[in-house]
């Protein structure tokens, strides 16, 4: 009974232990990646599936007009309220507020948002990359349209030729003239 009942909290400790050293060792796309918006006096809205971010949390803009661009800044506060402008958002998405520069705010189309992210981003080319996951392999960004919107998304590698790790759908609520193709946004 005694070895049943240690073996028990042997097993409770390791799972929480390794629990937590996955929630913040390794990067969770889910969580630490989202979507920017930027109005033209600087006031940024940051729409993520995270509910736990809290101020002063370093965040990486990606801008994925070409060429690509970054910048970094820091969330001020959650939101109660949505503030997004993309209608698209799913019911248990999170909201922070963040603040750029004015002169870098037109720079900013809707963006990727990547939180806690401790490495390097690389710019070859006119195109962003990083190492999210440690893997030792550069991920990428794109941008698309579609019909009456933007699909965003990480790629493990080359856009469209490796394997599509996160995606978002941006509605603009007018015609554009779509560009992608259905790897972009097929499951």
Known sequence: MLDHLFITILATTVASAYAVETAHGQFNLQAQIGVAEVNN????CLTIMNAALRGNEVISLVSLQKPQTFIETKIVNKLSQRCSRNTEVPNNASFYSFR???NEAKLIGPALAIVGFNSSIKIVRGKIHADLNSDGSLESFRLCTSNEGLHLTVWAGEPLKS???WHEYYYL???????CTKKDYAQ
């Open 163 to 165: 394997k599509r790790l």
């Open 173 to 179: 609520g007018y015609d554009v003239e779509p560009n």
């Open 100 to 102: 750029v520069k004015k």
């Open 41 to 44: 006096n600087g006031d940024g």
